[in-house]
């Protein structure tokens, strides 16, 4: 099977896109090309695949990348078995086409509600757009095959759908945790607690406790992240390949999900939570429901308020007094991760069930 894999929006070396679904696709031994924005990234294309560069739809700058997406969609159509799309634009650039093999959008988010935390989308624009996305994901569902990164994402359409969790790669063994380094890995933005981050570190400087944050920070982010750097307050590492920032993640004492109450953070799941217990860290979060569920089902971490550092701060000074504690929810973090969050267990139904729409028969 020969996959045309699509995203304008996200990094190619995004961990859903490249590091679970391709690779899953690759290992069961499926051609993969893989159309990205390299270039707008500064990322090259992995050996095992071939990768063809689009341009990168930044902000309000989308429609040469969606139309451009539209003319290599177009001109690969008869060369692929499926074509896999990540982003609700590109949407546009699939609908309407001829002879086209099945198309499957990945559906990463919530769609409309992501559209408070948009700044660069006038608030005058956010309702007539947010109907717009409805308006698409109910035409989508009619005339595409679809996959769900979260159960909660069912509710907004008519027919039941493959739910292909944010899941990771959990090693075969963990590091104990550490008691002088707290981490963070993901995207960087106030939404997403990068105010309290700093503060954070700030608050630990005194006690010799470092912070150390992974992962691309937004436009109103980078200024700030930048000053805090330059005040020797933490490090910050910019965005790293999945497989590359995991790493990181090994002796850590926690890891920080410090989300605030957006509408679209309430029914998701933090993958940074699963991929902190996987390696065998406690998890320090805000109580976003699906992160309180997880953390206090498998008693692997700390719940604080919302946008409250200096409760941050006390749990992760408590947690590097408490050795045996920290110990322990590392290690029920990662026995329940392996058992119950291990990607290679959906990667099998993710897999059969493309071949499937694309009439591939093992």
């Given at each position: 099977?020969?996959v045309?894999?699509?995203?304008v929006?996200?990094n190619p070396?995004?961990?859903r896109?490249?590091?679970?679904?391709?690779?899953?696709l690759?290992?069961?031994?499926?051609e993969?090309?893989?159309?990205?924005?390299?270039?707008?990234?500064g990322?090259?294309?992995?050996p095992?695949?071939?990768?063809v560069?689009?341009?990168?739809?930044?902000q309000?700058k989308?429609i040469?990348?969606?139309w451009a997406?539209?003319?290599l969609?177009k001109?690969?159509?008869?060369?692929?078995?499926?074509?896999?799309?990540?982003?609700?634009?590109l949407l546009?650039a699939v609908w309407g086409?001829?002879?086209r093999p099945p198309?499957v959008w990945?559906?990463?988010e919530?769609?409309?509600a992501?559209l408070s935390?948009?700044?660069?989308?006038p608030?005058?624009?956010?309702?007539?757009?947010r109907f717009?996305?409805r308006?698409?994901?109910?035409?989508?569902e009619?005339n595409?095959?679809l996959l769900?990164?979260?159960?909660a994402?069912?509710?907004?359409?008519?027919?039941?759908?493959?739910i292909?969790?944010?899941?990771t790669?959990v090693?075969?063994?963990?590091?104990p945790p550490?008691?002088?380094?707290?981490?963070?890995?993901?995207?960087?933005?106030?939404?997403?607690?990068?105010?309290?981050a700093?503060?954070?570190?700030?608050l630990?400087?005194?006690?010799r406790v470092a912070?150390?944050l992974?992962?691309?920070?937004?436009p109103?982010?980078?200024?700030?992240?930048?000053?805090?750097?330059?005040e020797g307050?933490?490090e910050?590492?910019?965005?790293m390949?999945?497989d590359e920032a995991l790493k990181?993640?090994?002796g850590a004492l926690a890891g920080l999900s410090l989300?605030?109450?957006?509408p679209?953070?309430?029914?998701s799941?933090?993958?940074k939570?699963?991929e902190?217990?996987?390696?065998g860290?406690?998890?320090?979060t805000?109580?976003?429901?699906?992160?309180?569920e997880l953390v206090?089902?498998?008693e692997?971490?700390v719940?604080?308020?919302?946008?409250?550092?200096?409760?941050v701060?006390q749990?992760v000074?408590t947690?590097r007094d408490?050795?045996?504690?920290?110990?322990?929810?590392?290690?029920?973090?990662?026995?329940?991760a392996?058992?119950?969050?291990?990607?290679p267990?959906s990667?099998?139904?993710?897999?059969?069930q493309?071949?499937?729409?694309?009439g591939?028969?093992?």
């Amino acid at each position: 099977m020969h996959v045309l894999v699509m995203t304008v929006v996200h990094n190619p070396e995004d961990a859903r896109i490249l590091h679970r679904q391709i690779r899953a696709l690759v290992d069961a031994g499926h051609e993969v090309t893989y159309a990205a924005s390299y270039t707008g990234h500064g990322v090259v294309p992995r050996p095992w695949v071939t990768g063809v560069d689009l341009p990168r739809a930044v902000q309000r700058k989308r429609i040469s990348a969606v139309w451009a997406a539209r003319r290599l969609f177009k001109r690969m159509r008869r060369q692929v078995d499926l074509v896999l799309i990540h982003d609700p634009e590109l949407l546009f650039a699939v609908w309407g086409v001829r002879n086209r093999p099945p198309v499957v959008w990945d559906v990463h988010e919530d769609t409309p509600a992501t559209l408070s935390l948009k700044p660069w989308l006038p608030s005058l624009l956010r309702p007539p757009v947010r109907f717009l996305a409805r308006m698409l994901e109910s035409t989508a569902e009619s005339n595409l095959h679809l996959l769900l990164a979260e159960t909660a994402y069912a509710g907004r359409f008519k027919h039941a759908h493959l739910i292909v969790p944010n899941e990771t790669w959990v090693p075969d063994s963990v590091t104990p945790p550490g008691d002088d380094r707290v981490v963070y890995l993901g995207w960087l933005s106030r939404a997403r607690g990068v105010l309290e981050a700093i503060e954070v570190a700030r608050l630990l400087q005194p006690y010799r406790v470092a912070v150390e944050l992974i992962g691309y920070a937004d436009p109103q982010s980078r200024p700030l992240l930048n000053q805090a750097v330059a005040e020797g307050l933490l490090e910050w590492r910019d965005f790293m390949p999945n497989d590359e920032a995991l790493k990181r993640l090994d002796g850590a004492l926690a890891g920080l999900s410090l989300l605030h109450d957006e509408p679209n953070y309430r029914h998701s799941m933090p993958t940074k939570i699963i991929e902190y217990m996987a390696h065998g860290i406690p998890v320090i979060t805000t109580p976003s429901p699906r992160a309180v569920e997880l953390v206090e089902r498998y008693e692997s971490g700390v719940v604080v308020p919302w946008q409250d550092p200096k409760a941050v701060a006390q749990a992760v000074l408590t947690l590097r007094d408490e050795v045996r504690e920290r110990r322990a929810q590392g290690a029920r973090g990662y026995a329940a991760a392996r058992a119950n969050h291990h990607w290679p267990n959906s990667a099998k139904r993710f897999v059969a069930q493309l071949e499937a729409w694309a009439g591939v028969k093992r």
